[in-house]
């Protein structure tokens, strides 16, 4: 080989090598790694905060959280941010009925917390119920409606489900096998291998079941380490965590919705996932809706004005566009209190610690004396078209959840360019009680006390009352 090959050769080695190392590093943290660090992964399933299962780090294990932390790091993450969705139905339905709270990972094994999905069995929903089973546990399966992807009623189901397997089998290995592939089979292997040690009888159960509690490790491990593998939760749009929910009674088509709230389909459907045809049928016991919190106030005024000769009379066109969310929430600063925990302060604003933890990129549920949270709360939502309406109709009941302390809550100073009294002009009759609602740290008790009023009261056209904004310091 001659000099000038021998160089050409040189500089053909030291790009490669350059050029290896550069995308080496160019890759988080984990992306790269064929193996994972098996000494560390079993004194982390070691530590976890709490075991209903035997957590081995067997082959199955390591290959499920290899699937989540290497080969499909997208769909670990988007899993992540629907825990800010979900996880607060679970841990209240599981705290309802009395059951370890650990059993909510469950539902990332069954459905990847999609509440759409559907088996090649199927099973439906978050938890993945078959019709029969669905049926059974008194949930509705019809054309029109498929509970089985309703959040709040699939999940009760699911506790009930589940405790029935427990008390049958008085072991949680051998409960999350039978939920997944039925009592019976469980019993025969039981029988088969002359014990009920999930790990023994694990060779004769069904193929799919054999892994099922390696899968509900491998959830349980992402839940709580997923940051020492540099995952990032994709969490849903602030509509989709900030919501409320009512009772409608009478047939109310998905199109009316968009028209009267201008959100996209898309966030509705998300939202309401039990109703199949893209209506909410008529019912005299009624049917749940669920939308965005800061366009509830327009829904509401429009099911109190429903009249049998205006149904469906929403002629009038609007962009459907999905505002920004900057234009959407208010983003302001709380300052933690002595003696506040993350609890005391979510249930103050109407929010869930998940959504707290999730907004602030908190690891745990610790918060000090001082510290500052971001929180977003609902920016008023006005129509731009009118809606009939019905003299002296009694308002929907109030939302359970108790008007936020307005002197629990430490005020911030404002940009000195905001007036400290605001006036709301009222566009069309209006209960005082439901401008409260529509404004962030604002109650019906603090609006009596500012205009002189002993109790709610309809606002006419035209009329103004003072509202109170002192409380937040909003960073827009």
């Not at 199955?60 to 959280?65: F, L, R, S």
């Not at 629907?82 to 909510?104: C, D, G, M």
């Not at 949270?373 to 006005?382: N, Y």
Request: proline share 6%; with cysteine.
């Amino acid at each position: 080989m001659d000099t000038q090959s021998r160089r050409a050769f040189r500089a053909l080695l030291f790009f490669l090598c350059s050029f290896s190392t550069l995308f080496a590093y160019s890759l988080p943290r984990g992306t790269h790694d064929t193996e994972l660090n098996d000494e560390e992964i079993t004194a982390r399933l070691e530590h976890l905060s709490q075991h209903i299962v035997e957590a081995r780090f067997v082959p199955a294990v390591k290959g499920y959280i290899r699937s989540y932390t290497i080969r499909n790091r997208k769909s670990a993450q988007i899993i992540l941010g629907r825990t800010v969705l979900y996880f607060p139905i679970f841990e209240a339905y599981l705290k309802q009925y009395n059951l370890p709270e650990e059993l909510k990972y469950l539902s990332i094994v069954e459905s990847a917390l999609n509440p759409k999905a559907v088996s090649r069995v199927g099973a439906g929903g978050l938890w993945q119920f078959m019709p029969a089973t669905a049926t059974e546990l008194g949930l509705r399966v019809s054309k029109e409606i498929d509970e089985r992807s309703d959040p709040f009623k699939a999940t009760e189901a699911a506790m009930v489900h589940l405790q029935r397997q427990y008390d049958r089998f008085d072991d949680w290995s051998l409960a999350l096998a039978a939920y997944n592939s039925g009592s019976g089979r469980v019993s025969r292997a039981i029988k088969r291998a002359r014990s009920k040690n999930f790990w023994r009888i694990q060779r004769y159960l069904p193929r799919e079941t054999r892994n099922y509690v390696p899968a509900f490790i491998a959830a349980t491990y992402l839940v709580d380490f997923y940051d020492e593998h540099e995952l990032k939760p994709e969490y849903p749009d602030l509509d989709l965590q900030i919501t409320e929910t009512v009772n409608v009674h009478d047939s109310l088509s998905f199109e009316q919705l968009e028209q009267l709230t201008e959100l996209q389909p898309e966030v509705i459907e998300w939202l309401n996932p039990a109703y199949i045809k893209g209506y909410i049928p008529a019912d005299e016991q009624g049917n749940s809706l669920t939308l965005p919190r800061r366009v509830m106030p327009v829904v509401r005024e429009y099911l109190e004005s429903l009249r049998p000769d205006s149904k469906g009379n929403l002629s009038a066109k609007v962009d459907l566009t999905l505002p920004k969310t900057a234009t959407r929430y208010y983003k302001s600063n709380y300052l933690v209190l002595e003696g506040k925990t993350l609890a005391d302060i979510a249930k103050e604003l109407k929010c869930t610690v998940h959504q707290l933890r999730a907004w602030n990129k908190l690891k745990t549920d610790k918060v000090e004396p001082g510290q500052k949270l971001t929180i977003f709360t609902p920016r008023p939502f006005e129509q731009k078209f009118p809606i009939a309406r019905m003299e002296q109709v009694a308002p929907l009941p109030a939302d359970d959840l108790p008007p936020i302390p307005n002197d629990n809550l430490q005020r911030l100073s404002l940009n000195a360019l905001q007036p400290e009294t605001v006036y709301f002009t009222a566009k069309r009759r209006i209960r005082l009680s439901a401008i409260a609602d529509r404004f962030p740290g604002i109650s019906l008790d603090l609006l009596l006390q500012l205009n002189d009023l002993e109790k709610d009261k309809v606002i006419k056209p035209g009329e103004q009352i003072i509202l109170d904004t002192r409380l937040f310091e909003d960073n827009n």
